[in-house]
T-cell receptor, first 113, second 113 residues
Framework: DVKVTQSSRYLVKRTGEKVFLECVQDMDHENMFWYRQDPGLGLRLIYF???????EKGDIPEGYSVSREKKERFSLILESASTNQTSMYLC????????????FGAGTRLSVL | AQSVAQPEDQVNVAEGNPLTVKCTYS??????LFWYVQYPNRGLQFLLKYITGDNLVKGSYGFEAEFNKSQTSFHLKKPSALVSDSALYFC???????????FGAGTRLAVHP
């Protein structure tokens, strides 16, 4: 089974802190994604990566950055956390083949106080 | 631009009755359509997808979905609902390359005993 592991289930941070969310997948997938999930808005794509060191902005990249130094690991960075970044963050991965499904981690619920 | 809509925030069904969760889409070209389910405090799990072929797609846990090109719909169905089907359901459409997805806002399914 594909496994996508997010390092934390719950995080509480202070405004202005630098926050790292880590995601690791064990299936040698080329593509990795970071979403945030908010009630009534569904999932919105923050950033994705299609290869090591390659990244593309999604629909809501402002206030975020990402890092992919190894194929299995994709990190989301909040440079200076703000209260409006309080949300559920979901990581996913997929193969490159067209139409392949995305596999999701359990999510990290981040609260910024 | 690609988009997907889930017109119902919540669907209530009695156990044993058939259920339908609605999804409509707008894409240029042929759509790649997906359904995912999210149980409380969990990530998303893949249910089924339509890429091409038979308009009736069968998926996990007894769910199926019907692709209707003329109505641009991809409704999720199950002949007999279970209480354990209660969850948040997301419809998604592939958006360009790298298997990016655009998600609907989600529909909460409540199955009552």
């Amino acid at each position: 089974d594909v496994k996508v592991t997010q390092s934390s289930r719950y995080l509480v941070k202070r405004t202005g802190e630098k926050v790292f969310l880590e995601c690791v997948q064990d299936m040698d997938h080329e593509n990795m994604f970071w979403y945030r999930q908010d009630p009534g808005l569904g999932l919105r794509l923050i950033y994705f990566s299609y290869d090591v060191k390659m990244k593309e902005k999604g629909d809501i990249p402002e206030g975020y950055s990402v890092s992919r130094e190894k194929k299995e690991r994709f990190s989301l960075i909040l440079e200076s956390a703000s209260t409006n970044q309080t949300s559920m963050y979901l990581c996913a991965s997929s193969l490159r083949a067209r139409g392949d499904i995305q596999y999701f981690g359990a999510g990290t619920r981040l609260s910024v106080l | 631009a690609q988009s997907v809509a889930q017109p119902e925030d919540q669907v209530n069904v009695a156990e044993g009755n058939p259920l339908t969760v609605k999804c409509t889409y707008s894409v240029s070209g042929n759509p790649y359509l997906f359904w995912y389910v999210q149980y409380p405090n969990r990530g998303l799990q893949f249910l089924l997808k339509y890429i091409t072929g038979d308009n009736l797609v069968k998926g996990s846990y007894g769910f199926e979905a019907e692709f209707n090109k003329s109505q641009t719909s991809f409704h999720l169905k199950k002949p007999s609902a279970l209480v354990s089907d209660s969850a948040l359901y997301f419809c998604a459409v592939r958006d360009g390359g790298y298997n990016k997805l655009i998600f609907g806002a989600g529909t909460r399914l409540a199955v009552h005993p």
